[in-house]
């Protein structure tokens, strides 16, 4: 047990801490909004090439010459005359996970709004910023837009609002009914991952994760005092040195490792034992798993879409309003007096959400993330594989949820040429137009939010560039080697205490 104990301890000690600091960002988005890191401190695959890394999700058409184009990189205007590109960020606060831009929408009568993590804005054509419109909520994470006569359907992730397009008017909330068939239960991921972060009982939650990760930094840190302490503390003996201060700071890490790992050690083991199954490849043994919600929890809010609202489109041709959401596509009425129906069979999308989601010129949807993309006949039900051409087959059993093609945008241009955006590869020609407009040097310069910095060393993928393939086990071989000092440890103490009793 000491052996156990001890040396998965050493070798995991690093990265325990750096997984303590980067938990406790990630729980606290809105205060790290601000900060960020230079790409150039990144490895490669993190540096902006050929538009990758999402840095365009897609694309508003202005006028013959004009296009705007939004993603993680802002919003960017191209004038394909001159091939000059102006960056419109002006106005948005400062820090680039602000600058990400989730949806943008140009009306009928030429305003222009753009949807962030943080809220909506309204573009000022006389300054050419932006301005916030404040949603009446928490919930300000805006994912997408959509013009229905003279209003506008504010989507966030997990409401709907409606402001009137021809006044300045308040938000007016627009009730979504429960599914048909709606069962009262959540995903699985989604339970162990507002576990895992401590969302499931809101601020106090993170609070106490938070704690869980500065022990796990001070359990760290006294463990390493007391391995390598004594052995500096007998060199400095040998040399004739003083030592009482080193003895003094062994003993005092000693016991308080002792007293604070016993008395918090089932809380320790539920953030490893969780966030084992948030990555693949555990994460596909529960990917389609639903369970009941957790009582008087953050998921048992009273509202059926809570944090499940991804996309939504009006189809012209079906009259329909389809809600992309976390747990798939539904149909309801344009009214909302409906209650919304799953559609079956639908295109397959990837947990990460739906990067594409549009109505296509030969009338089909187009679906897009990080499971692929695909093109969907609503009315006839046919899925084909928008690269390959071939009819999508649902896979049995557990699958990858993740595609070799990580569709993060989508652009036709006024030719009609298509261009897909891959996450790691860029702009690429659907039809073999010609290379995408080659992306500015300011592009280049755009800096990475010191959340989602984070987040890749929280998820392990920060190591992908050093590791390949195998970073995917990083996560289940740390969680696993956390458990295993985690146990070890209870069980030395309860043998200590049995023999001084």
């Known amino acids: 047990m000491k052996k156990l104990h001890k040396w998965p301890s050493l070798f995991i000690a690093v990265f325990i801490l750096l997984w303590a600091v980067s938990g406790i960002i990630l729980n606290h988005r809105h205060t790290f909004s601000s900060c960020d890191v230079n790409r150039e401190l990144l490895p490669a695959e ?3 090439k050929n538009w990758n890394n999402a840095a365009i999700r897609g694309s508003v058409p202005i006028d013959s010459s004009k296009v705007l184009f939004y993603g993680n990189a802002g919003v960017w205007q191209f004038n394909n005359k001159d091939e000059q590109w102006t960056d419109l960020r002006k106005g ?7 600058h990400k831009i989730n949806c943008l929408l140009q009306t009928k009568n030429k305003q222009l709004f753009a949807g962030t993590r943080f809220g909506l804005y309204y573009f000022n054509q006389t300054d050419s910023s932006w301005l916030a419109r404040h949603i009446p909520h928490h919930d300000q994470h805006v994912v997408d837009l959509l013009e229905t006569d003279d209003s506008l359907l504010v989507m966030t992730r997990s409401h709907l ?3 009137s397009l021809e006044e300045e008017s308040a938000f007016n909330y627009v009730k979504i009914q429960a599914p048909k068939g709606y069962d009262n239960k959540v995903g699985l991921f989604k339970t162990l991952w507002v576990i895992h972060s401590g969302e499931i009982y809101g601020l106090a939650g993170k609070l106490l994760v938070d704690a869980i990760a500065v022990i796990f930094i001070f359990l760290t ?8 302490f004594p052995r500096i503390t007998r060199r400095r003996k040998k040399k004739g040195k003083k030592v009482r201060r080193l003895v003094s700071w062994s003993r005092w890490s000693f016991k308080w490792h002792h007293k604070f790992g016993i008395w918090v050690a089932i809380i320790l083991i539920v953030s490893p034992l969780t966030g084992i199954f948030l990555r693949p490849p555990l994460l596909i043994a529960i990917a389609s798993g639903r369970v009941e919600k957790i009582p008087y929890s953050s998921l048992d809010d009273g509202n059926p879409w809570h944090d499940q609202l991804r ?15 976390s747990e798939g596509i539904f149909g309801t009425d344009p009214g909302f007096k409906e209650a919304p129906e799953y559609i079956t ?38 899925i084909r594989d928008y690269l390959t051409g071939q009819t999508y087959i649902k896979p049995q059993g557990a699958v990858n949820p993740i595609s070799k093609n990580l ?3 989508f652009y036709v241009d006024a030719d009609g040429h298509e261009y897909l955006f891959d996450y790691n590869r860029g702009a690429i020609s ?24 984070a987040q890749e060393m929280h998820t392990a993928r920060l190591f992908k560039p050093f590791l390949g393939d195998f970073y995917i086990l990083f996560i289940p071989l740390f969680g696993l080697s956390a458990l295993l000092i985690l146990i070890s440890g209870v069980i030395l103490w309860i043998r200590k205490y049995n023999r001084s009793h």
Do not use: C
Not at 92 to 98: E, M, R, T
Not at 221 to 228: A, V
Not at 436 to 451: D, G, N, T
């Open 407 to 409: 569709i993060s945008g």
């Open 46 to 48: 993190y540096h902006y």
């Open 161 to 163: 609002w409606k402001i």
């Open 345 to 382: 069979p639908q295109p397959p999308a990837s947990v990460m959400g739906y990067n594409v989601f549009t109505e296509h010129d030969s009338g089909d949807i187009l679906v897009g993330s990080f499971s692929g993309i695909y093109t969907w006949n609503y009315n006839e039900g046919n």
């Open 221 to 228: 840190l006294t463990g390493l005092i007391y391995f390598f």
């Open 311 to 325: 996309r939504i489109i009006y189809y012209e041709e079906h009259g329909s309003i389809l809600l992309a959401t």
């Open 92 to 98: 948005l606060p400062p820090g680039a996970d602000h």
């Open 430 to 453: 659907h039809d073999h137009a010609g290379a995408f407009p080659a992306m500015p040097e300011e592009i280049s310069e755009v800096r990475m939010p010191l959340w989602n910095v």
